[in-house]
Each structure stands twice: as structure tokens, then as C-alpha cells.
């Protein structure tokens, strides 16, 4: 059973244009985190959010936390070539420490 | 400053050979995770440590799957009898324990070929 459901599975677009990628669950999480992962690699952490609601920014990226922290969406504005990977989101549950991965979004940026 | 670090990095393996993997964690972090990544798929939990204690075990984790990790610093996975599903990316992860969940930080990964 797949708890967290990202969207868009796929994304591909030209450097320059903002895009959004949706994380969402009907289960709550005490937190979420969002990763970016390369081919080969393991996934490289981004950002934590904890409480409903919490909005962070990371240079070009936002990340915003659903008030009822059953859902999380990370924005991208001006996207650039570097931002090309694999973008996770993963959440955690009170009492478990086990991280619920979501599928993944796989974002192109062309030049 | 180092990361989550493994070895080795790749390995193809006929099947039914015995593999291990390796996972050095950041140094004072005391929880220790594996998962498995399949293409195309986020990671999956596997099991995971606090200290030398082994907590929590995945139903994925078979009975030809065993984790340790004897001085509570690294840890070793070993998969018995290797099989063709067997092939994945097997992922560590470290953490310092601060709440009820902590932020995980990951190693590059080992990937697992099975021919």
C-alpha cells in the first residue's frame, strides 16, 4: 500500500519556467521531508517540515507543509538545468521511525 | 565533514551467492536505517537500528536477509542464496535520535545486480 501518491510522475520543461510537485496522503504525518536523487545515487535531503501549515524556502524552492499534515507541495520557480532529478517525498509518523517514501517525481529541465 | 558512506558501491553477483553490504553512518549519529529502491519506485524500508539494537524488521526483510551492526557504529546487510529479485539499490540512512522522528541523512547506496 503506497501512502504517499506524488504528482506529477513526470515533468519536463524548458529552464526559466515555475513548476509545482504535489505529495499527498490521506494518513497524517508528524513530519515530512522532501529529498532530490540522481541516477546512482542516494537521495540528498532538502528540506523537514513539522508543523501543519509550515512554509520553507530553500533559495528558489518552497516548500509548504498541508495544515493537516496530510499533504506537502514543493514549488519551483525559475527552474534551471541543475534542477533535473528525482524529487521524494517521504513522511514520518509518530512512533515510527521508519521514512514513508512517496513514488516520485522525475523532473527534466532543458536548457 | 563525511556522510553516510557505503561499499561497495556495485556489485553483480551470480544467483544463489552469498553478498554483504557495508554502512559507515556519520559519526555520532546512534539510529542506523536500510531500505531497498527499485527502479523507478521510492525507497523501501527494510529494518533499523538504535545503537547495536536491532528495532524494527520489514515483512520484505526474508529470512535470507540479516543486519547487523555489532559495536552500535557500522552496520553490515547480508542477502543468503541471492535471487533475480533480489536486484536493487539498497540504500543506508543514519539519524541522531531528537524526537519521535528524526531527519535521515543517506549514503550513495550499493547496487545489487543479480544475473
Known amino acids: 500500500t503506497q501512502l504517499l501518491e506524488q504528482s506529477p510522475q513526470f515533468l519536463s520543461i524548458q529552464e526559466g519556467e515555475n513548476l509545482t510537485v504535489y505529495c499527498n496522503s490521506s494518513?497524517?504525518?508528524?513530519?515530512l521531508q522532501w529529498y532530490r536523487q540522481e541516477p546512482g545515487e542516494g537521495p540528498v535531503l532538502l528540506v523537514t517540515?513539522?508543523?501543519?501549515?509550515e512554509v520553507k524556502k530553500l533559495k528558489r524552492l518552497t516548500f509548504q507543509f498541508g495544515d493537516a499534515r496530510k499533504d506537502s507541495s514543493l514549488h519551483i520557480t525559475a527552474a534551471q538545468p541543475g534542477d533535473t532529478g528525482l524529487y521524494l517525498c517521504?513522511?514520518?509518523?509518530?512512533?515510527?521511525?521508519?521514512?514513508?517514501f512517496g513514488t516520485g517525481t522525475r523532473l527534466l529541465v532543458s536548457p | 565533514d563525511t556522510g553516510v558512506s557505503q561499499d561497495p558501491r556495485h556489485k553483480i553477483t551470480k544467483r544463489g551467492q552469498n553478498v554483504t553490504f557495508r554502512c559507515d553512518p556519520i559519526?555520532?549519529?546512534?539510529?542506523l536505517y536500510w531500505y531497498r529502491q527499485t527502479l523507478g519506485q521510492g525507497p523501501e524500508f527494510l529494518t533499523y537500528?538504535?545503537?547495536?539494537?536491532?528495532?524494527?524488521k520489514s515483512r520484505l526483510l526474508s529470512d535470507r536477509f540479516s543486519a547487523e551492526r555489532p559495536k552500535g557504529s557500522f552496520s553490515t546487510l547480508e542477502i543468503q542464496r541471492t535471487e533475480q529479485g533480489d536486484s536493487a539499490m539498497y540504500l543506508c540512512?543514519?539519524?541522531?535520535?531528537?524526537?519521535?522522528?528524526?531527519?535521515?541523512?543517506f549514503g550513495p547506496g550499493t547496487r545489487l545486480t543479480v544475473l
Open positions: 540512512a543514519s539519524s541522531f535520535s531528537r524526537g519521535s522522528t528524526d531527519t535521515q541523512y
Open positions: 494518513s497524517v504525518f508528524s513530519s
Open positions: 517540515v513539522v508543523t501543519g501549515g
Open positions: 517521504a513522511g514520518g509518523r509518530e512512533g515510527f521511525q521508519k521514512l514513508v
Open positions: 559519526s555520532e549519529h546512534n539510529r
Open positions: 537500528f538504535q545503537n547495536e539494537a536491532q528495532l524494527e
